[in-house]
Protein backbone atom coordinates (compact mmCIF):
# COMPACT_ATOMS: atom_id res chain seq x y z
CA UNK A 1 0.00 0.00 0.00
CA UNK A 2 1.13 3.11 -0.44
CA UNK A 3 2.64 5.34 2.36
CA UNK A 4 0.00 8.38 0.59
CA UNK A 5 -2.71 6.06 0.93
CA UNK A 6 -3.12 6.34 4.70
CA UNK A 7 -3.90 8.52 7.99
CA UNK A 8 -1.05 9.21 10.09
CA UNK A 9 -2.46 10.85 12.73
CA UNK A 10 -6.20 11.75 13.82
CA UNK A 11 -8.27 13.71 16.10
CA UNK A 12 -11.28 12.85 17.69
CA UNK A 13 -13.63 16.34 18.61
CA UNK A 14 -13.98 16.14 22.45
CA UNK A 15 -16.74 17.93 22.35
CA UNK A 16 -18.17 14.94 20.07
CA UNK A 17 -16.65 12.27 22.20
CA UNK A 18 -19.04 10.97 24.65
CA UNK A 19 -17.41 9.15 27.83
CA UNK A 20 -18.81 5.72 27.66
CA UNK A 21 -17.56 2.09 30.05
CA UNK A 22 -14.24 1.49 30.80
CA UNK A 23 -14.69 -1.60 27.99
CA UNK A 24 -16.02 0.84 25.53
CA UNK A 25 -12.99 3.27 26.13
CA UNK A 26 -10.43 0.69 25.79
CA UNK A 27 -12.21 -0.70 22.02
CA UNK A 28 -11.66 3.09 21.68
CA UNK A 29 -7.91 3.21 22.36
CA UNK A 30 -7.11 -0.13 20.65
CA UNK A 31 -9.35 1.14 17.39
CA UNK A 32 -7.08 4.47 17.06
CA UNK A 33 -3.88 2.57 17.81
CA UNK A 34 -4.59 0.12 15.18
CA UNK A 35 -5.99 2.43 12.89
CA UNK A 36 -2.62 4.49 12.88
CA UNK A 37 -0.67 1.48 12.51
CA UNK A 38 -2.72 0.14 9.59
CA UNK A 39 -4.91 1.73 7.54
CA UNK A 40 -5.86 2.25 3.82
CA UNK A 41 -7.51 5.89 3.45
CA UNK A 42 -7.90 8.37 0.67
CA UNK A 43 -9.53 11.09 -0.88
CA UNK A 44 -11.74 9.14 -3.68
CA UNK A 45 -9.66 10.41 -7.37
CA UNK A 46 -6.62 11.79 -5.45
CA UNK A 47 -3.62 10.77 -6.67
CA UNK A 48 0.06 12.55 -6.30
CA UNK A 49 -0.43 16.07 -6.31
CA UNK A 50 -2.73 18.25 -4.22
CA UNK A 51 -5.07 16.04 -2.15
CA UNK A 52 -3.18 13.37 -1.70
CA UNK A 53 -2.08 12.21 1.49
CA UNK A 54 -0.69 11.15 4.07
CA UNK A 55 -4.08 12.54 5.94
CA UNK A 56 -4.30 13.88 9.17
CA UNK A 57 -8.65 13.01 9.84
CA UNK A 58 -10.18 15.41 12.01
CA UNK A 59 -13.47 13.01 13.02
CA UNK A 60 -17.04 15.06 14.70
CA UNK A 61 -20.12 15.89 15.18
CA UNK A 62 -21.46 18.70 14.11
CA UNK A 63 -25.10 20.02 14.12
CA UNK A 64 -26.36 16.19 13.39
CA UNK A 65 -23.80 15.55 11.30
CA UNK A 66 -20.73 13.67 11.16
CA UNK A 67 -17.95 15.18 10.09
CA UNK A 68 -14.51 13.88 8.40
CA UNK A 69 -12.24 16.76 8.33
CA UNK A 70 -9.71 15.65 5.81
CA UNK A 71 -6.17 17.55 6.41
CA UNK A 72 -2.84 17.36 4.75
CA UNK A 73 0.26 15.89 6.50
CA UNK A 74 1.09 19.30 7.48
CA UNK A 75 -2.57 20.00 9.00
CA UNK A 76 -3.59 22.21 5.93
CA UNK A 77 -7.27 21.59 5.20
CA UNK A 78 -8.12 19.57 2.12
CA UNK A 79 -11.97 19.17 2.53
CA UNK A 80 -14.75 18.18 5.29
CA UNK A 81 -17.02 14.86 4.76
CA UNK A 82 -20.39 15.94 5.76
CA UNK A 83 -22.60 12.83 6.41
CA UNK A 84 -26.01 12.20 7.82
CA UNK A 85 -25.98 10.80 11.61
CA UNK A 86 -29.46 9.17 10.94
CA UNK A 87 -28.37 5.61 9.07
CA UNK A 88 -26.00 5.01 11.52
CA UNK A 89 -28.72 5.77 14.56
CA UNK A 90 -29.91 2.54 14.66
CA UNK A 91 -27.14 0.14 13.95
CA UNK A 92 -24.71 2.29 17.00
CA UNK A 93 -27.55 1.99 19.17
CA UNK A 94 -28.07 -2.11 18.81
CA UNK A 95 -24.08 -2.33 18.80
CA UNK A 96 -24.22 -0.88 22.60
CA UNK A 97 -27.12 -2.66 23.29
CA UNK A 98 -25.25 -5.78 22.32
CA UNK A 99 -21.50 -5.09 23.81
CA UNK A 100 -23.33 -4.02 27.08
CA UNK A 101 -24.67 -7.71 26.95
CA UNK A 102 -21.28 -8.86 25.90
CA UNK A 103 -19.37 -7.14 28.61
CA UNK A 104 -22.03 -8.25 31.22
CA UNK A 105 -21.90 -11.76 30.04
CA UNK A 106 -18.00 -12.36 30.33
CA UNK A 107 -18.70 -11.86 34.33
CA UNK A 108 -21.25 -14.45 34.72
CA UNK A 109 -22.26 -16.66 31.27
CA UNK A 110 -21.22 -19.78 30.01
CA UNK A 111 -17.93 -19.42 26.60
CA UNK A 112 -21.28 -20.55 24.21
CA UNK A 113 -23.10 -17.94 25.68
CA UNK A 114 -20.32 -14.75 25.47
CA UNK A 115 -19.37 -16.60 21.85
CA UNK A 116 -22.87 -16.18 20.49
CA UNK A 117 -22.68 -12.46 21.97
CA UNK A 118 -19.86 -11.87 20.28
CA UNK A 119 -20.51 -13.52 16.93
CA UNK A 120 -23.87 -11.05 17.03
CA UNK A 121 -21.66 -7.96 18.23
CA UNK A 122 -19.20 -8.80 15.13
CA UNK A 123 -22.02 -8.85 12.90
CA UNK A 124 -22.91 -5.53 13.94
CA UNK A 125 -19.79 -4.08 13.42
CA UNK A 126 -19.03 -5.25 10.11
CA UNK A 127 -23.08 -4.14 9.03
CA UNK A 128 -21.97 -0.61 10.43
CA UNK A 129 -18.59 -0.51 8.53
CA UNK A 130 -19.94 -1.32 5.66
CA UNK A 131 -22.79 1.24 5.90
CA UNK A 132 -19.48 3.43 6.68
CA UNK A 133 -18.01 2.49 3.41
CA UNK A 134 -21.03 2.93 1.10
CA UNK A 135 -21.88 6.33 2.27
CA UNK A 136 -18.43 7.39 1.96
CA UNK A 137 -18.72 6.02 -1.89
CA UNK A 138 -17.15 8.52 -4.18
CA UNK A 139 -15.82 10.69 -1.45
CA UNK A 140 -12.97 8.21 0.39
CA UNK A 141 -12.11 5.40 -0.34
CA UNK A 142 -11.61 2.93 2.76
CA UNK A 143 -10.43 -0.87 2.92
CA UNK A 144 -12.59 -3.23 5.21
CA UNK A 145 -10.17 -2.87 7.89
CA UNK A 146 -9.93 0.62 8.15
CA UNK A 147 -14.02 1.42 8.05
CA UNK A 148 -14.06 -1.03 11.33
CA UNK A 149 -11.50 1.15 12.81
CA UNK A 150 -13.46 4.23 11.62
CA UNK A 151 -16.52 2.87 12.90
CA UNK A 152 -15.38 2.07 16.69
CA UNK A 153 -14.20 5.83 16.58
CA UNK A 154 -17.62 6.95 15.43
CA UNK A 155 -19.46 4.92 17.97
CA UNK A 156 -17.51 6.39 20.39
CA UNK A 157 -18.33 9.90 19.74
CA UNK A 158 -21.76 11.28 20.77
CA UNK A 159 -24.58 10.01 18.89
CA UNK A 160 -27.95 10.24 20.65
CA UNK A 161 -29.21 6.78 19.05
Known amino acids: MSKARRILDIVLDEKSVARRSPE ?15 NDFAL ?13 LHLGVFEQRLVFGVHDQHDKKLRDIILSLTPFRKIVKDYFMICESYYAAIKKLSNAQIEALDMGRRG ?8 LRERLEGKIEVDHDTARRLFTLICALHIKA
Open 24 to 38: VEHERAVALFDLLED
Open 44 to 56: AGAGAGAEGGPYR
Open 124 to 131: LHNEGSEL
